[in-house]
């Protein structure tokens, strides 16, 4: 499951965005965490053999965090994607690392342990190994693919989601984000995308979790939120013409 684009590149990427809605509801209560010499630590992405070697965004979130704790001010991330393994120092403790690249996710949870001075060779087994984090596996969630011209009307029956999809253009399952502790987003969100089988597919995210405009890239807002995308391309922008303007939500089919 690499190298791919369309319906499941953006998928992937629509993960790699609902990786910071998830990091928000990191709040086990353990106590502030105690200062220690960091542990410096080789992180690798295990790519399927003869993948494309893809530069990767890591990132390190704490995961024994007190619920009053800043998830994000926590994480340590790097400032580009990384070709090759990710050198990077940590305090002892449980992680979550997580590494994205435009079409793959990649996530493991590892504890660094706290060895202190006096601790032998044996008291973490794989100091000084590169630690190898696994491809994330995502299901299919394609609810509709327009191959229609110039395009399709769709309302998702569940959610009530409307909208116009351009030819060629389709729809992942729209969701509301997991906000943790029990709660979801109020909104309503979502991936649309160009299905096309190559890694230059456009596409927009529909209130995306915790999205960053800086870092991620650019918003536009339309009636019912924020609509994203990694950069404007001109078949994104052509249609966003068309999207834009047909999002709205319908009241969903009753049973």
Known sequence: MW???GAQGARLARNAVAVCA???AITVATGPR???DPISVTIAAAAPEGAAQRPVSWSATPLDLPPEA???AAMTMTREPVTGPWQVALEPGRYLISGFTEVELYELEVTLPDAGPDAGPDAWPDAGRTILVPLLQVEPAQVFRCSEIPGCDYTHPETGLSLTLPNGWAL???????LGGGEVAPELSAVIYEDRPDD???VWFLNPPDWIMDDNGPCRDVAIGPVCTFEISEPADNAFAIIAPSLRIAPPDRP
């Not at 992942?172 to 997991?178: I, R």
């Open 200 to 202: 230059a597919a456009a």
């Open 172 to 178: 992942d399952m729209p969701y509301h984000a997991d």
């Open 3 to 5: 190298g791919l684009g």
């Open 70 to 72: 800043d998830v994000f």
């Open 34 to 36: 105690a200062l220690a």
């Open 22 to 24: 998830m990091l928000l």
